[in-house]
């Protein structure tokens, strides 16, 4: 049966201490770090947090109310107001788009007798977009009850699920090759083609010893592959050296820049070598605590992950005296994300952790001195810290004669859109976006967004550019756009992703992401001047001088990319090279007309006479 | 914290950076923004303010050095370097943010109590804006009177964060926290109603008077200072007395 919709929960506060939630809380330890991953679970329980449930916790925690309100509205996954006992979510990157996904979510709409976005009023399911999910090479897809995701949607599969949840079937006992999640590893290099052994390379770092460790990694040159490309040798060596009375390691699995998917790859195929990283991070800076952010859409991995370290601990592996090395002591905690791109962003991660809103941090300090809970922390990506592995295994030399002398080793692509192979590439760093585009099986391409709608859009006179830090560097988004592609609506479902996900701290990002899908959609019902185009180049270059962080910082990059690259797709869409208003005076003034029965140009000044 | 009569020299070791070309001293550990503030020198702001912690949200006193763009408020000041603030480049993107938080928000300066007191009225004097340049949001946000004596008008807030940090800092009593995300985000007040009138707010609280623009106001002192009198009447945001709206 279905969980029992909760959708008035006023339940008193002496049920709640009794209830779930009261456990909940002494199973937290009633710390008020654990919020964000309290209010999630509560949530998974009672479908949506009630004002008195957040007043609960907030009591409980020792935190205001107003605080608690403050983290529960920020993340996107969260609900401060009934949603339904069904929560559908369609993804809506450009790549569900081209798959047809918003055609399916109006069927679904239609079928269910609901509007997007709303819940419909017996509280039985709410249906809407949400930002990509990490299934570009098998959607349309759609996360339900932000725990389940189904793949491959088509107008069946709408269809028997729109029925489904009519006869309230409860999600796990859906179809189960619906949740099939296929892993599409294309090309294997030495990452994905290589299997360790759980501990061995474990077992090489303690034998080479933590000086020797550090020696192999800078040796390695290896670079962070979550985007800023910082060595990751030097930042555990900062690490360690500051000082602190703990040290942190943390996985980034936030992978939420849109058309990326190879963190969830590795963390399906993989996981042993993730946390095998982590352990290894943790000898190198001295830290007996880690922790995975899991980003809320993969929540359908939690389980497994959690089997895995539970495998590892029976294997001494994690927990006391690993591998026998008495005072080595290491484990691995999950937390879950709750829906925010920004925590992404090391020092909202961070927060995040801290069951806090996601907003960045005043950097400096950087994590490394002041990281969580203020101490040292390392924050490293999943592909990272799997390469990190096989860098203690087999040797800094052996990593750094792969690659570029700038770019070592190898580097894996999310690649997905307007191509017969979608899926993973692994590749040496170095490796042009051509042999990408031959390998995937493009044809005819217009366009490659490189590292997600942050990363750069090449056009196909720039297809002889290698992917490497020294000339089109990636963290792992490879999104294809043939010919028949309209490249304004791909800026402009990236402004849609930017502006829903902008944290609202800083007045350049909150604003300007929101003035920028403003005029995008105003050019897109043909009501653009070449003003409106230049005030995005504007709002474009404010943005990357002034933002707080990272994030607003390369919010306009596509917008920027396809006006200089692509701006015919722009210009056919202006109605005047002069400056034309956002709203229509035609539409505005009819009801007076009506009302006056004056219908004469003059009064009014119809359009068609200016 | 120092005083300008010892600022810059500490065991006899002056510290001094440039700012548009003339020398500011400095204390390790300031920043930008704190020292220049100190000399009585201008450099925009709106979020700041000398009796809190940097917030760094506003971004209006975007300053560069070497080229490089970062809020002076954050950065700390280092010696012997060159921050670049007053210049038509920087003045212009402090203008644009400006117009950005006009249009964010519903700010009618002639019905507005604040006008004449107001922060980001008088920066806006200062940055030389004369239009909004963008499409207005007119966000519905409805007044919260509820309070006897302090009121609240959302559709002004700049979400400058000056009076979650009073509460919190001075008056050790957390009435605001900010909440929603992207364009959505707002200030919010901490009771079970969501009203002021539920908190322990008082009118002699900093929090109170610790707004820059309009958005939290005294009951019944409307036009109390006659307009031609106010603040930014006779000075103005660059003043060295007048930096801070209170």
């Given at each position: 049966m279905a969980a029992v919709p909760d959708l008035?929960?006023?339940?008193?506060?002496?049920?709640?201490?009794?209830?779930?939630?009261?456990?909940?809380?002494?199973?937290?330890?009633?710390?008020?770090?654990?919020?964000?991953?309290?209010?999630r679970e509560a949530q998974a329980r009672h479908t949506w947090l009630s004002r008195d449930l957040?007043?609960?916790?907030?009591?409980?925690?020792?935190?205001?109310?107003?605080?608690?309100?403050?983290?529960?509205?920020?993340?996107?996954?969260?609900?401060?107001?009934?949603?339904?006992?069904?929560?559908?979510?369609?993804?809506?990157?450009?790549?569900?788009r081209m798959q047809g996904n918003?055609?399916?979510?109006?069927?679904?709409?239609?079928?269910?007798?609901?509007?997007?976005?709303?819940?419909?009023?017996?509280?039985r399911v709410s249906v809407d977009f949400c930002s990509c999910t990490g299934l570009c090479d098998q959607g349309p897809s759609l996360l339900i009850n932000h725990h389940q995701v189904v793949t491959r949607l088509d107008a069946g599969r709408v269809a028997q699920l729109a029925a489904l949840i009519e006869s309230r079937v409860p999600a796990v006992q859906w179809p189960a090759h619906w949740f099939r999640v296929d892993d599409h590893v294309r090309r294997a290099d030495v990452l994905l083609g290589t299997t360790l052994i759980p501990g061995a390379a474990m077992a090489a770092a303690l034998a080479r010893g933590v000086p020797g460790l550090f020696d192999e990694m800078n040796r390695s040159s290896l670079r962070g592959r979550g985007g800023a490309g910082f060595v990751t040798g030097m930042k555990w060596q900062l690490c360690r050296d500051a000082p602190g009375s703990e040290h942190y390691i943390v996985c980034n699995a936030d992978e939420g820049e849109p058309g990326t998917f190879k963190d969830r790859v590795l963390l399906t195929r993989h996981p042993d070598m993730v946390f095998e990283g982590m352990t290894i991070g943790a000898l190198a800076i001295g830290a007996r605590r880690g922790m995975l952010y899991l980003r809320g859409e993969y929540r359908y991995l939690l389980e497994s992950l959690l089997d895995v370290l539970q495998r590892r601990r029976d294997a001494h592996l994690l927990g006391e005296s690993i591998l026998g090395h008495t005072g080595f002591d290491f484990d691995i905690d999950i937390h879950v994300g709750a829906g925010a791109y920004v925590c992404g962003e090391e020092s909202s991660l961070i927060e995040s952790l801290e069951g806090k809103r996601g907003t960045p941090r005043i950097r400096p300090p950087f994590p490394a001195e002041h990281g969580y809970r203020q101490q040292p922390t390392v924050v490293d990506n999943v592909e990272t810290l799997c390469a990190a592995a096989h860098v203690a295994l087999q040797g800094g030399a052996w990593w750094s004669a792969i690659g570029t002398p700038k770019s070592t080793?190898?580097?894996?692509?999310?690649?997905?859109?307007?191509?017969?192979?979608?899926?993973i590439y692994e590749y040496p760093l170095g490796t042009s976006v051509d042999r990408i585009l031959e390998d995937c099986g493009a044809r005819d391409t217009q366009a490659v967004q490189v590292g997600g709608p942050s990363g750069k859009c090449l056009s196909a006179i720039e297809f002889g550019h290698r992917i490497a830090f020294e000339d089109v560097p990636s963290a792992g988004a490879f999104m294809v756009f043939d010919r028949s592609r309209d490249m304004f609506e791909v800026a402009r479902n990236y402004a849609g992703f930017f502006a829903e996900e902008s944290c609202g701290f800083c007045t350049p990002c909150r604003v300007g992401t929101a003035l920028?899908?403003?005029?995008?959609?105003?050019?897109?019902?043909?009501?653009?001047?070449?003003?409106?185009?230049?005030?995005?180049?504007?709002?474009?270059?404010?943005?990357h001088g002034t933002t707080h962080c990272g994030l607003g910082g390369s919010a306009c990059n596509a917008l920027h990319d396809t006006i200089v690259k692509f701006r015919p797709a722009y210009e056919r869409r202006l109605k005047s090279l002069e400056f034309e208003p956002a709203f229509d005076l035609d539409a505005e003034v009819e009801a007076g007309r009506r009302v006056t029965g004056q219908d004469d140009d003059t009064a009014t000044q119809r359009e068609s006479a200016a | 914290m120092s005083t300008l009569a010892n600022a810059g020299s500490t065991n006899g070791t002056s510290h001094a950076f440039a700012l548009d070309g003339e020398d500011v001293p400095f204390e390790p550990g300031d920043t930008i923004l704190q020292a220049a503030r100190r000399a009585g020198r201008y450099i925009p702001h709106l979020c700041w303010h000398p009796d809190f912690h940097p917030q760094g949200s506003c971004r209006v006193c975007t300053v560069?050095?070497?080229?490089?763009?970062?809020?002076?408020?954050?950065?700390?000041?280092?010696?012997?370097?060159?921050?670049?603030?007053?210049?038509?480049?920087?003045?212009?993107?402090?203008?644009?943010?400006?117009?950005m938080l006009f249009v964010e928000g519903n700010h009618f300066c002639p019905s507005c109590?604040?006008?004449?007191?107001c922060l980001l009225q008088a920066t806006a004097y200062e940055m030389n804006m004369e239009g909004v340049l963008f499409d207005e949001f007119y966000p519905r946000r409805p007044i919260d009177a509820s309070h006897a004596d302090v009121m609240i008008d959302f559709n002004r807030c700049i979400l400058c964060e000056l009076c979650v940090r009073a509460s919190h800092d001075i008056d050790g009593k957390d009435v605001f926290a900010i909440a929603g995300h992207g364009i959505g985000t707002h200030l919010v007040v901490n009771s079970v109603s969501g009203k002021l009138v539920d908190t322990d707010m008082e009118l002699t609280d900093r929090a109170a008077t610790i707004c820059p623009v309009g958005a939290i106001l005294p009951k019944r002192r409307g036009f109390v200072i006659p307009i031609g009198e106010r603040r930014y009447d006779p000075q103005t945001a660059?003043?060295?007395?007048?930096?801070?709206?209170?």
């Open positions: 008035q929960s006023s339940s008193g506060s002496a049920s709640l201490e009794s209830g779930f939630v009261g456990a909940l809380l002494l199973r937290a330890g009633h710390d008020p770090h654990a919020l964000v991953q309290i209010l957040l007043g609960y916790i907030a009591g409980a925690l020792g935190l205001t109310l107003a605080h608690v309100e403050g983290v529960a509205t920020f993340y996107r996954f969260l609900h401060t107001k009934p949603a339904g006992e069904y929560r559908v979510l369609f993804s809506d990157n450009i790549t569900d918003a055609t399916l979510l109006d069927d679904l709409c239609r079928r269910l007798g609901v509007e997007r976005g709303q819940m419909r009023e017996d509280g080793g190898t580097s894996l692509h999310s690649v997905s859109g307007d191509c017969e192979r979608p899926g920028v899908v403003k005029s995008m959609d105003k050019l897109a019902a043909g009501r653009g001047s070449r003003h409106d185009v230049d005030l995005l180049s504007d709002i474009d270059r404010l943005m | 560069k050095i070497k080229g490089r763009p970062g809020s002076a408020c954050t950065m700390h000041a280092a010696d012997g370097q060159k921050v670049e603030s007053d210049t038509d480049e920087l003045n212009a993107e402090r203008k644009m943010l400006l117009q109590e604040k006008s004449g007191n660059a003043d060295p007395d007048t930096q801070e709206a209170s």
